[in-house]
């Protein structure tokens, strides 16, 4: 595995292999990786010959300054980590200054799907995600990415993104990698105290519980608001809980196949997220 820093370095490796036939598999990630991140590099398997991992901590789609200071770092680990696969082609760990020269001023706005849920309460994230999404692909001229449904609205947003502006790229899903009491790994987990640990596994049982009353026929408000509570009881800051469609993202009445549960909640100045299918 190479690592790269430079958008030029990056360039002559993936020109080289386009000229050689080769097939470019993406992971874009922020660092601090875990087994979602090895899930989503292994996802590519068989679907192309070459694979790039990218590590940027992205400035422009953290609203919130001291959320992007914390946002945990580690290259040397993450590189490490990545070496072990033996999967990994290259590591592209580029700096600001590859990704936003002095004057960068363009933005990607997928309008609607940005303002719902997570898109409510961090303005421009999704803006900042679509533009360095964007970005990514260009600089490494993937054919195809991998992202988690863990950030379904994100996998959501990009799609879209693809389809309207026919971006030369095959989006993959990748089912959510959960820790064996069912919390989503992500990223954000390592900053939880071992008391916040024990109190993160109730968001994924709240969800599997409304789910099941759903499932048996239970009306959606009140299961949503009884949820909600559960949650408050258990010590967090609900965002929001919602019943949405996956396509749209707009709310659901019914429970049915292409509905999901989505939640944003909070333990101290920890943001955790998640969502599951109703079928
Ligand atoms: O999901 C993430 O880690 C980030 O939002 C992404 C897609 C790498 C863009 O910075």
């Known amino acids: 595995m190479k690592l790269v820093r430079t958008r030029q370095e990056l360039t002559e490796i993936v020109t080289q292999w386009h000229k050689n036939g080769e097939t470019i598999g993406l992971v874009p990630t922020m660092g601090s990786l875990h087994e979602g991140h ?75 799907l940005d303002k719902v849920l997570c898109g409510g309460d961090r303005p421009g994230h999704f ?56 919390l989503a790994r992500s990223s954000r987990n390592r900053r939880l105290t071992p008391a916040q640990r024990q109190q993160a596994a109730h968001l994924p049982q709240a969800l599997i519980s409304c789910l099941e009353a759903l499932k048996a026929g239970q009306a959606v408000t009140p299961t949503l608001e009884l949820c909600v509570r559960t949650l408050k009881e258990a010590g967090f800051t609900v965002h929001y809980l919602d019943l949405r469609s996956e396509k749209t993202l707009t709310p659901a009445e019914k429970a049915d196949a292409g509905t999901r549960l989505f939640v944003a909640a909070s333990l101290g100045d920890i943001r955790l997220i998640d969502n599951m299918p109703v079928a």
């Open 127 to 182: 803006d900042g995600v679509a533009t360095i999404v964007t970005k990514l692909f260009m600089q490494t001229r993937a054919d195809i990415a991998a992202f988690g449904e863990k950030d379904f609205q994100q996998l959501c947003i990009i799609r879209k993104m693809v389809t309207d502006l026919d971006l030369p790229v095959t989006i993959l899903p990748v089912p959510t990698v959960r820790e064996a009491d069912n």
């Open 38 to 112: 090895l899930t989503l590099v292994r996802a590519l398997d068989g679907k192309a010959t070459r694979r790039i991992v990218t590590i940027f901590v992205n400035p422009i789609q953290f609203n919130n300054p001291d959320d992007f200071q914390l946002y945990p770092r580690g290259l040397e680990a993450d590189e490490a980590l990545l070496a072990e696969t033996g999967l990994v082609d290259v590591l592209y760990a580029p700096d600001e200054t590859q990704i936003y020269p002095p004057g960068f001023c363009t933005r990607i706005t997928v309008s609607g």
